[in-house]
Nanobody
Framework: QVQLVESGGGLVQPGGSLRLSCVVS????????MSWYRQAPGSERELVAG????????NYADSAKGRFTISRDNVKKMVYLQMNSLKPEDTAVYYC????????WGQGTQVTVSS
């Protein structure tokens, strides 16, 4: 059974930082490209950052460039999203995604940026 479990969300003040984590089980993690998506209320789910199966290729949404960093550990089967300089518009549910011909989603973790 494939499971993606996110953690690390919470309430943070503008300008603060959070590190999201996603632990994956039930699949060959090193074969999968991993991504973080987010969905704010009333909005469509959008790609935040992606990392290739080997970690050699990264991509970021314009809104995340310079502030967020995606990384992965193929031994621990985990993917991370370091988020710095957070803004209120980063408030959303953040989802972990694994993709290799098929894709899987986590249940999401809430990030709220507010003073």
């Amino acid at each position: 059974q494939v499971q993606l479990v996110e953690s690390g969300g919470g309430l943070v003040q503008p300008g603060g930082s959070l590190r999201l984590s996603c632990v994956v089980s039930g699949l060959t993690f090193s074969a999968y490209a991993m991504s973080w998506y987010r969905q704010a209320p009333g909005s469509e789910r959008e790609l935040v950052a992606g990392i290739s199966s080997t970690g050699g290729s990264l991509n970021y949404a314009d809104s995340a460039k310079g502030r967020f960093t995606i990384s992965r550990d193929n031994v621990k089967k985990m993917v991370y999203l370091q988020m710095n300089s957070l803004k209120p518009e980063d408030t959303a549910v953040y989802y972990c995604n694994a993709k290799h011909f098929v894709q899987y989603w986590g249940q999401g973790t809430q990030v709220t940026v507010s003073s």
